[in-house]
């Protein structure tokens, strides 16, 4: 392995060399060479950007309903903390009163919001917080797993996920950071020797923080259980058992924080569900894996599906025959990873649209990475199948990320809105959240919507007839046709046209 035992504190301090005359000059070329490194993926995506659709970092504006809720909710945020508007679907908020975040919880708003306070938060933020997430996140995997440079450089360089990935304002570029220091952690848990308690709890509470920001993590605490269970000498049935009640606890967690979405994918209604419910979604994930390997999928797409089966058989082979136990460790709870991630993407129906590649990208460079460090020579042959595609990469570059450098001027029609309410509502900290929300339906959820006032909160409805009357939130923004589907149901005042239809007050709001 590639890493020390002792932790990664102490991996990191070995590399620093003693201080004679030539220390200095050492280690800035060090620290510079793995800044370079870890660089590579944000610099190839703004060359694919330029290149290919003359964009820049500076010009990357939220354009989908996916971004346009996650910046809405780091500017309420940066705001207002805890106390700012209610990110929900169907107005139905989660079971913690203090979380007014939406299905994908507060861990991601708040840790973004909290650094927005200090750096800005402006329009296109979140590509630049994304980069630095995922440039930390390597530097930390370069300098405790200290893995052979080229090979390092060829595996960052070529992940295309994170370059498709990097121009949005969402969550996967954190993810992709995530996995890159869970890579370097997990590394140095099983070299020789035993690692240091305080290397085991700071993986663990990594492992913890990262599944509430996506509770999918969780699902790496069975090969860790496992594999920690095996390394001392225990019952490997007792390290999964405890593997499986850390993942089950850290997945409740996440439900209590979010807002209920009963098409959020996540596996959270198996555990409110009942065991029948559960029993047949397991039945129905495992007839649809010829589904899920062989049938409709973006090229692209279906490329990583194949990849990650190979890295599961891989992994599983190094676990079997590698000399080294650190490595068959590492290889086993990397392999275990990989495949509960893939049972659990079929359980879920969590397939198609990108849904399943989203969940399962950051868990591949993971384990990429972790063989990387191993000196797996397997992983050069991911390098050469990552340089095969590229061609399918700049396609799906061009088709992902054109409609965001296609919209004329999206900043002036994001202050076109905000002019429209100015003076009609605003952040007010003596209200309520509810009193700070404005509630609008699915087929107007666009980017104009970040004109909204910072500290309010966005929630959106998929039917307007079914939403219980009154409505909780103290604004709606209705078009036409929503009008007619509450008339009658609601007491509205209007307060102005908007260009995302008009802006009305809910006199029975609950205050």
Same mark, same amino acid.
């Given at each position: 392995?590639?890493?020390?035992?002792?932790?990664?504190?102490?991996?990191?301090?070995?590399?620093?060399?003693?201080?004679?005359?030539?220390?200095?000059?050492?280690?800035?070329?060090?620290?510079?060479?793995?800044?370079?490194?870890?660089?590579?993926?944000?610099?190839?995506?703004?060359?694919?950007?330029?290149v290919?659709?003359?964009?820049?970092?500076?010009?990357?504006?939220?354009?989908?309903?996916?971004?346009i809720?996650?910046?809405?909710?780091?500017a309420?945020?940066?705001?207002?903390?805890?106390?700012?508007?209610?990110?929900?679907?169907?107005?139905?908020?989660?079971?913690?009163?203090?979380?007014?975040?939406?299905?994908?919880?507060?861990?991601?708003?708040?840790?973004?919001?909290?650094v927005?306070?200090?750096?800005?938060?402006?329009?296109?933020?979140?590509?630049?917080?994304?980069?630095?997430?995922?440039?930390?996140?390597?530097?930390?995997?370069?300098?405790?797993?200290?893995?052979?440079?080229?090979?390092?450089?060829?595996?960052?360089?070529?992940?295309?996920?994170?370059?498709?990935?990097?121009?949005?304002t969402?969550?996967?570029?954190?993810?992709?950071?995530?996995?890159?220091?869970?890579?370097?952690?997990?590394?140095?848990?099983?070299?020789?020797?035993?690692?240091?308690?305080?290397h085991?709890?700071?993986?663990?509470?990594?492992? =913890?923080?990262?599944?509430?920001?996506?509770? !999918?993590?969780? #699902? +790496?605490?069975?090969? %860790?259980?496992?594999?920690? *269970? @095996?390394?001392?000498?225990?019952?490997h049935?007792?390290?999964?058992?405890?593997?499986?009640?850390?993942?089950?606890?850290?997945?409740?967690?996440?439900?209590?924080?979010?807002?209920?979405?009963?098409?959020?994918?996540?596996?959270?209604?198996?555990?409110?569900?009942?065991?029948?419910?559960?029993?047949?979604?397991?039945?129905?994930?495992?007839?649809?894996?010829?589904r899920?390997?062989?049938?409709?999928?973006?090229?692209?797409?279906?490329?990583?599906?194949?990849?990650?089966?190979?890295?599961?058989?891989?992994?599983?082979?190094?676990?079997?025959?590698?000399?080294?136990?650190?490595?068959?460790?590492?290889?086993?709870?990397?392999?275990?990873?990989?495949?509960?991630?893939?049972?659990?993407?079929l359980?879920?129906?969590?397939?198609? =649209?990108?849904?399943?590649?989203?969940?399962? !990208?950051?868990? #591949? +460079?993971?384990?990429? %990475?972790?063989?990387?460090? *191993? @000196?797996?020579?397997?992983?050069?042959?991911?390098?050469?199948?990552?340089?095969?595609?590229?061609?399918?990469?700049?396609?799906?570059?061009?088709?992902?990320?054109?409609?965001?450098?296609?919209?004329?001027?999206?900043?002036?029609?994001?202050?076109?809105?905000?002019?429209?309410?100015?003076?009609?509502?605003?952040?007010?900290p003596?209200?309520?959240?509810?009193?700070?929300?404005?509630?609008?339906?699915?087929?107007?959820?666009?980017?104009?919507?970040?004109?909204?006032?910072?500290?309010?909160?966005?929630?959106?409805?998929?039917?307007?007839?079914?939403?219980?009357?009154?409505?909780?939130?103290?604004?709606?923004?209705?078009a036409?046709?929503?009008?007619?589907?509450?008339?009658?149901?609601?007491?509205?005042?209007?307060?102005?046209?908007?260009?995302?239809?008009?802006?009305?007050?809910?006199?029975?709001?609950?205050?």
């Amino acid at each position: 392995m590639g890493t020390r035992a002792g932790g990664p504190i102490s991996a990191i301090r070995d590399t620093i060399p003693p201080r004679d005359g030539g220390a200095a000059r050492v280690i800035v070329r060090r620290g510079a060479t793995i800044a370079a490194i870890a660089s590579l993926p944000v610099l190839v995506a703004a060359i694919f950007a330029r290149v290919l659709l003359g964009g820049t970092p500076v010009t990357a504006i939220p354009y989908v309903s996916d971004e346009i809720a996650y910046w809405t909710q780091i500017a309420a945020f940066q705001v207002a903390g805890f106390h700012g508007g209610y990110t929900t679907v169907n107005e139905q908020p989660a079971r913690a009163a203090f979380s007014h975040f939406g299905p994908q919880g507060p861990a991601f708003a708040m840790l973004y919001g909290a650094v927005a306070r200090l750096a800005g938060w402006q329009y296109q933020s979140g590509p630049f917080f994304g980069a630095a997430a995922v440039a930390l996140g390597a530097a930390v995997w370069i300098a405790v797993a200290r893995p052979e440079r080229l090979r390092a450089a060829l595996l960052l360089a070529t992940f295309w996920p994170i370059i498709l990935a990097a121009p949005n304002t969402m969550q996967e570029s954190l993810h992709f950071g995530i996995g890159a220091v869970l890579a370097a952690l997990i590394g140095v848990l099983f070299t020789d020797g035993s690692p240091s308690r305080s290397h085991i709890r700071l993986t663990w509470a990594f492992l =913890a923080a990262a599944a509430l920001v996506r509770p !999918t993590w969780a #699902l +790496l605490a069975i090969g %860790l259980g496992w594999q920690l *269970a @095996r390394k001392r000498g225990a019952s490997h049935s007792r390290g999964l058992a405890t593997g499986a009640l850390i993942a089950g606890a850290l997945y409740l967690a996440f439900t209590y924080l979010a807002a209920p979405y009963r098409g959020a994918s996540l596996g959270l209604d198996l555990f409110t569900g009942g065991v029948t419910p559960a029993f047949v979604a397991l039945f129905s994930g495992l007839t649809g894996f010829g589904r899920w390997l062989f049938g409709e999928a973006e090229p692209l797409e279906r490329f990583y599906r194949f990849e990650l089966l190979a890295v599961a058989l891989l992994a599983g082979l190094s676990a079997a025959r590698a000399r080294e136990a650190a490595t068959r460790h590492v290889m086993a709870a990397i392999a275990a990873t990989v495949c509960i991630t893939i049972a659990a993407n079929l359980t879920l129906q969590n397939v198609g =649209a990108w849904r399943d590649y989203r969940a399962s !990208t950051p868990v #591949l +460079l993971m384990a990429v %990475l972790a063989a990387a460090a *191993a @000196r797996e020579r397997w992983s050069w042959a991911i390098v050469a199948a990552h340089l095969v595609v590229t061609p399918l990469a700049v396609t799906t570059f061009k088709d992902f990320q054109g409609p965001r450098w296609q919209r004329a001027d999206p900043a002036a029609a994001i202050e076109r809105f905000a002019g429209s309410i100015r003076g009609h509502m605003g952040y007010d900290p003596a209200l309520s959240g509810w009193g700070n929300t404005v509630l609008i339906g699915v087929n107007r959820y666009d980017y104009p919507l970040l004109g909204v006032p910072r500290g309010m909160g966005l929630s959106v409805t998929f039917d307007w007839a079914k939403l219980p009357a009154p409505a909780r939130s103290r604004y709606l923004l209705l078009a036409e046709p929503d009008l007619a589907a509450v008339a009658g149901r609601m007491r509205l005042q209007k307060l102005a046209d908007t260009p995302m239809g008009g802006l009305y007050e809910n006199e029975d709001w609950a205050r």
